[in-house]
């Protein structure tokens, strides 16, 4: 079975620093996606980013980008230059091709001091 | 595009009520549609499954007399609370998809408190 794991609870950041949000998955597939939600305090889900996993390119959205290490299943979150209203749970979720279920990691909680 | 509502936003009911949460898709007809369920400070927790016109697949430990999901078109899906306890308060969200992307469009979400 599919799992995704996100080793890290909580995580800190000052305003306009960087910040990396890990995420490990399991999987014997071999097409699928990644994706990194975030979910402010309204806990509305908002799709921050996704990956292909055919695509050797890291996917990038302006602050965000990922480091897509497809070997060693890793998927982590880099967000350049923090701002106050990054300040959200943070959740890694992957899906195969051959299924429509989105699973998700357990979250992490991001804080960005000013 | 891809914007998926819920109603309501915010439920207070009696235990033993029956509540009925609504979910649609507002721009697109959405082929499949998720229910989870969230508590605080956790991850989402998928309940069930939905395709149009078709039963719902529950995920395992997840009460289908007691969670009832009816999806009457591909633009509405319905999860029902029946007989609601207050071990049934959480947060309820729905994600519709729509062919051909694979990401989920989720919805604000339903907070449910049972008394």
């Known amino acids: 079975a599919q799992t995704v794991t996100q080793s890290q609870p909580e995580m800190s950041v000052q305003e306009a620093e960087t910040v990396t949000l890990s995420c490990t998955y399991d999987?014997?597939?071999?097409?699928?996606?990644l994706f990194w939600y975030k979910q402010p305090p309204s806990r509305q889900m908002i799709l921050v980013i996704r990956?292909?996993?055919?695509?050797?390119q890291n996917a990038t959205e302006n602050r965000f980008s990922v480091n897509f290490q497809k070997a060693a299943k890793s998927f982590s979150l880099k967000i350049s230059d923090s701002q106050l209203g990054d300040a959200a749970m943070y959740f890694c979720?992957?899906?195969?091709?051959?299924?429509?279920?989105?699973?998700f990691g357990t979250g992490t909680r991001l804080q960005v001091f000013p | 595009g891809a914007v998926v509502s819920q109603h309501p936003s915010w439920v207070i009911c009696k235990s033993g009520t029956s509540v009925k949460i609504e979910c649609r898709s507002l721009?697109?007809?959405?082929?499949?549609m998720f229910w989870y369920r969230q508590f605080p400070k956790q991850s989402l927790m998928l309940m069930a499954t939905?395709?149009?016109?078709?039963?719902?697949?529950?995920e395992q430990g997840v009460e289908k007399d007691k969670f009832l999901i009816n999806h009457a078109s591909l633009t509405l899906s319905t999860l029902t609370v029946t007989s609601a306890h207050p071990e049934d308060s959480s947060f309820y969200i729905c994600?519709?998809?729509?062919?051909?992307?694979?990401?989920?469009?989720f919805g604000p979400g339903t907070r449910l408190t049972v008394l």
């Open positions: 994600s519709a998809s729509k062919i051909p992307t694979v990401q989920g469009y």
């Open positions: 999987t014997s597939e071999s097409d699928y996606y």
């Open positions: 990956q292909e996993a055919y695509k050797q």
């Open positions: 979720a992957y899906i195969s091709y051959n299924t429509d279920k989105l699973i």
């Open positions: 721009d697109f007809q959405a082929t499949t």
């Open positions: 939905s395709n149009e016109g078709s039963k719902a697949t529950y």
